[in-house]
């Protein structure tokens, strides 16, 4: 696995992989890496020629009183756990060269990226679309792999790619989840003891959501309030939303009917954690 750690040696072992007319794959990735970003890694390098993982914590999408400075950061277990997989390239940016003294270019997409975690992480979507398309600038990937817990990422970068006419194959894929039910996520190493606990109750809200679709319920606003209790009766955690809604506007339904998407984010201890499900209601 060749390690990249310039926007320059990356663009120049790209450029040779396309004149060897080979499909390139780019998993973007913030590290700490888990069997999530390990799924999207072995998709990548089933899929195409050649696979490139990229570990850049992007302080871009982080709000002032996030955990940039706390991110987990593991970068040689991280190296260590891509060799084997067969990467091809590990791409190391340095927030330097991604953002130069006098950079002032950002790619905004506008109302899907005010909804759910926009609302509550105004730096988020602008941060992620920016980097994300950077990446693709410098990568040039046929594909770029990204996982579905972050539904709300990956619907606003397949609007960023339609709308800027990228020729990139945006590929989602499912949340891999941990065998109680918690979704994979870099940040649930914040969990104490008991908050890990706590935090399985995502998982059971959204079980519970859709055992209510499945027996007939079409309210949106009983399944958020059964989905309210379930969370709330731990007591250490704090609901940001809770959301039922369209699953590509994502615009909060009053009735079910047809698809949906169920999601949420809450607090539970210093761990903001979000999981979601699409639901069909025929
Ligand atoms: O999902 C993530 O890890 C990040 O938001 C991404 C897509 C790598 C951009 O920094």
């Known amino acids: 696995m ?5 926007i320059e040696e990356m663009k120049a072992w790209s450029r040779k992989v396309r004149e060897d007319g080979q499909t390139l794959g780019l998993v973007p990735t913030m590290g700490y890496l888990h069997e999530g970003h390990l799924s999207l890694a072995r998709k990548s390098i089933s899929a195409c020629d050649r696979t490139v993982v990229s570990i850049f914590v992007n302080p871009q999408q982080f709000g002032p009183d996030e955990d940039l400075d706390n991110y987990p950061r593991a970068l040689e277990t991280d190296q260590r756990t891509l060799e084997p997989l067969g990467v091809d390239a590990l791409f190391l940016p340095t927030a330097d060269d991604m953002y130069p003294e006098g950079f002032q270019t950002y790619v905004h997409v506008e109302e899907i990226t005010e909804k759910l975690c926009g609302k509550s992480r105004r ?18 990937p046929h594909s770029a792999f990204f996982g579905e817990k972050d539904r709300q990422q990956l619907e606003v970068i397949r609007k960023m790619a339609d709308d800027l006419n990228l020729d990139i194959e945006i590929v989602g894929l499912p949340i891999i989840r941990e065998a109680d039910g918690l979704a994979m996520s870099s940040r ?13 109750s995502l998982h059971e809200a959204l079980q519970q959501a859709q055992q209510l679709v499945a027996q007939g319920e079409s309210s949106a606003a009983t399944i958020r309030a059964r989905m309210r209790t379930i969370i709330e009766r731990e007591g250490q955690a704090e609901v940001d939303y809770i959301s039922v809604c369209d699953p590509n506007r994502f615009e909060e339904l009053k009735v079910i009917r047809g698809k949906a998407m169920i999601a949420l984010a809450v607090h539970v201890g210093k761990a903001r954690l979000i999981d979601n499900c699409l639901i069909e209601r025929i």
Request: net charge positive; glycine share 6%.
């Open 123 to 140: 730096e988020l979507f602008r941060g992620v679309t920016t980097i994300v398309l950077k990446l693709f600038n410098i990568v040039q």
């Open 188 to 200: 649930n190493q914040y969990l104490g003891e008991t908050e890990r606990k706590t935090a399985t």
């Open 2 to 6: 060749e390690i990249l750690r310039t």
